[in-house]
């Protein structure tokens, strides 16, 4: 799938752009290297520092002062914790104490969120989730062309039915920066997950439907629980590459169709807590005469976890990349994997697919209301060994082929500011495909954290060749280094 120009990351489906023409890009200036901005970057922080310092009319109230004790977020019933009774730090309507009462059903909003209730087993909630760009990227002329970006708007449906079942039922736009020449425009909204869900413990529960492949921390983060807006640097697994479910693709979004079995348990040789997370999925399935996979081979999938620290507090095998600090100390670090025979290249120019990452987070909550350092890192091999003709053939599945990774570090201020907090970072990314030329991205920026997940700004500046070359792993990809400022923004309810 193309973009032109917008490099914008859509959790799963939204991929970096790449100019059509081949023109917009052809610029190479050693004063467009990003050290001005660097420095105003630089001098903006000792001007917030400064403020927090000497502001006496501002209350350090995100964090207390004693030891954070963590919940696992399970009852001792059986039950498995939901997202919108994880995310704490929300503010907003308490449902039982503002309802109303229709016969014997509770309807009101808990939070923010729609919610109506039968009992603590028969439940429905509704919410909706929204983020966009403006986007500046430098130009062969050395100008700046703009445009806003949607980036994801959606429409969340989750529900319980029975004390062991739950489902779940999202939505995704088709007016935004995600859909590909093939999708109808006058559809607005397209299935992102449709979910039933077997709860049954903490240790074994099974999903069915289509949802999100369990391999690297990234995906399963979605794009609303990242550190970062722009967060998809290194190169997709199958369902994220591909735009299409069924024939002629692998799944869209991250997103695969299939089955799901996770759960989490306390080894007891080492402290901390092991989660796993596996299935089986359709992947790649190809057209008849087009595409590698004319066999119907499916693909796996897997995921362990070991959290050192306190247990990350997530619905299913979902993740976030950071908590705010409000998970406590969090040491995390994971290995992931996907195989499907016969899932890259073409039909005539084929190979089995097989990808592994490790990633890891570190969150520490600095002791005397200091604030919090967050760490993320990630480490990507793939291997999809077609033949370099493939990259010629019309129904070539041209997958990554090679290793990358990618490093981020935050720091979120104690202090509120307004009615936030400041949390500078920074990012370094590395994609180094075995067929295409390398490409690098440094980027650097400024989150304003209102209501954690539910309500952030971002500014931030990218430099680098990822925004030129995108997805396009061929051999002669070409593509320059360029500036790319973007403010972006996402509210969530």
Request: hydrophobic share 35%; charged share 20%; proline share 3%.
């Amino acid at each position: 799938m193309k973009f032109s120009f917008i490099g914008l990351h859509c959790k799963s489906i939204i991929k970096m752009g790449e100019s059509k023409s081949g023109l917009l890009y052809q610029y190479s200036n050693e004063k467009s290297k990003p050290w001005g901005f660097l420095q105003l970057l630089f001098f903006a922080t000792i001007i917030t520092l400064v403020g927090l310092t000497f502001a006496t009319d501002v209350r350090a109230d995100f964090f207390d002062d004693g030891e954070f004790v963590a919940d696992p977020g399970h009852d001792e019933t059986g039950g498995v914790g939901n997202r919108e009774e994880q995310d704490w730090w929300l503010r907003g309507n308490n449902f039982e104490t503002n309802h109303a009462k229709l016969g014997d059903v509770k309807v009101g909003f808990d939070k923010f969120k729609f919610r109506m209730e039968y009992d603590d087993y028969r439940w429905l909630t509704i919410g909706a989730g929204y983020r966009g760009s403006g986007v500046w990227a430098q130009n062969a002329q050395n100008n700046y062309r703009d445009r806003y970006s949607n980036d994801n708007a959606r429409i969340y449906v989750n529900g319980q039915i029975h004390r062991f079942i739950k489902f779940e039922f999202n939505t995704e736009c088709f007016w935004c920066n995600n859909t590909d020449k093939g999708d109808s425009p006058k559809i607005l909204f397209t299935v992102l997950d449709a979910v039933g869900k077997f709860e049954y413990n903490r240790y074994f529960n099974v999903w069915g439907g289509r949802m999100l492949v369990p391999t690297e921390r990234g995906e399963l983060s979605g794009p609303y629980y990242q550190a970062t807006h722009d967060p998809f640097k290194t190169p997709f697994f199958s369902s994220d590459f591909s735009t299409h479910f069924g024939a002629g693709g692998a799944g869209r979004y991250g997103r695969d169709d299939g089955g799901t079995f996770w759960g989490s348990l306390e080894p007891g040789f080492i402290p901390g807590t092991l989660g796993y997370a596996g299935g089986v999925y359709r992947g790649l399935s190809s057209k008849n005469n087009l595409g590698p996979n004319q066999t119907d081979d499916v693909m796996w999938a897997g995921r362990l976890t070991y959290n050192f620290l306190n247990p990350e507090q997530n619905p299913g095998y979902y993740t976030s990349q950071t908590y705010y600090g409000q998970a406590g100390d969090i040491l995390a670090l994971a290995f992931g994997f996907s195989y499907q025979k016969n899932g890259a290249g073409s039909r005539l120019h084929s190979s089995d697919f097989f990808g592994w990452v490790t990633d890891a987070v570190f969150e520490k909550v600095l002791p005397n209301n200091l604030g919090v350092l967050t760490f993320n890192g990630e480490y990507k091999k793939f291997y999809a060994n077609y033949d370099r003709a493939a990259f010629l053939d019309g129904d070539c599945f041209c997958i990554f082929d090679g290793q990358s990774w990618t490093v981020t570090g935050l720091y979120l201020f104690p202090t509120k500011i307004g009615i936030g907090q400041f949390q500078p970072y920074g990012r370094f990314t590395s994609v180094q495909p075995d067929n295409s030329s390398n490409r690098e991205e440094i980027e650097g920026g400024m989150n304003y954290i209102i209501d954690g997940f539910n309500a952030r700004i971002s500014a931030y500046y990218q430099y680098g060749d990822l925004f030129t070359k995108g997805l396009n792993y061929a051999p002669d990809a070409f593509g320059e280094k360029v500036n790319v400022f973007k403010l972006s923004f996402q509210i969530q309810i």
